[in-house]
Nanobody
Framework: VQLVESGGGLVQPGGSLRLSCAVS????????LAWYRQAPGNQRELVAA???????NYADSVKGRFTISRDSPKNTYYLQMNSLKPEDTAVYYC??????????WGQGTQVTVSS
């Protein structure tokens, strides 16, 4: 399974970005996909996740602002981020978990929220 993130960039506080995670390879082995983020000096943290069945969960810090979704025909997952705050600044990664339990990570995309 290969994952490629895109959509990061510089945005002002209160703005929006949509991150994409394009998935290829053995996509039928994917049980779920999650978005993580890592800010400098911090541990990588879970932001949002979606299961094969479409169930979602979010970190408390992003509930009501971020939405995880997928476009199955395009084999792409998204993270819509609204009302962005400076503390959302981080490198964002997508992670797929397959039936074997092995995680697959993308290369990350930088999100910077600053005026």
């Amino acid at each position: 399974v290969q994952l490629v993130e895109s959509g990061g960039g510089l945005v002002q506080p209160g703005g929006s970005l949509r991150l994409s995670c394009a998935v290829s390879g053995n996509i039928f082995s994917i049980n779920g996909l999650a978005w993580y983020r890592q800010a400098p000096g911090n541990q990588r943290e879970l932001v949002a996740a979606i299961t094969r069945g479409g169930f979602t969960n979010y970190a408390d810090s992003v509930k009501g602002r971020f939405t995880i979704s997928r476009d199955s025909p395009k084999n792409t997952y998204y993270l819509q981020m609204n009302s962005l705050k400076p503390e959302d600044t981080a490198v964002y990664y997508c992670k797929a978990v397959v039936t074997s339990g092995e995680p697959y990570w993308g290369q990350g995309t930088q999100v910077t929220v600053s005026s």
